[in-house]
């Protein structure tokens, strides 16, 4: 399952959030984010984190706070901090090894 998460909703799903959580930034007006979408929703069907999804379209107030300077963008978080993140497009298969 995958959350979409806005600024109005970030405390509640991930920044009070005990466990892993990935983040994937995503925006229409990045070609690359089309491939990483379908990646996301597979990675995201086998239930190893919580996953959350930033349309930096509907929040760039979002993007701004976290840096983001690209789409796509993976972050990983840990008990409401960040460990990691990449700007690379991941199948789901790789997104496994990167959260690990």
Do not use: Q
Not at 22 to 36: G, M, R, T
């Amino acid at each position: 399952m995958i959350t979409e998460v806005n600024f109005s909703n970030i405390t509640d799903e991930l920044l009070h959030y005990e466990g892993r959580a990935l983040v994937y930034f995503s925006s229409a007006a990045f070609p690359l984010c089309k491939i990483e979408d379908e990646e996301f929703k597979k990675f995201a069907e086998k239930g190893l984190v919580k996953c959350i999804n930033v349309v930096s379209d509907r929040s760039p107030d979002l993007s701004m706070l976290y840096g983001i300077m690209s789409a796509p963008t993976l972050v990983l978080f840990e008990n409401g901090k960040e460990i990691k993140r990449t700007s690379d497009v991941l199948k789901s298969d790789e997104i496994e090894e990167f959260i690990k």
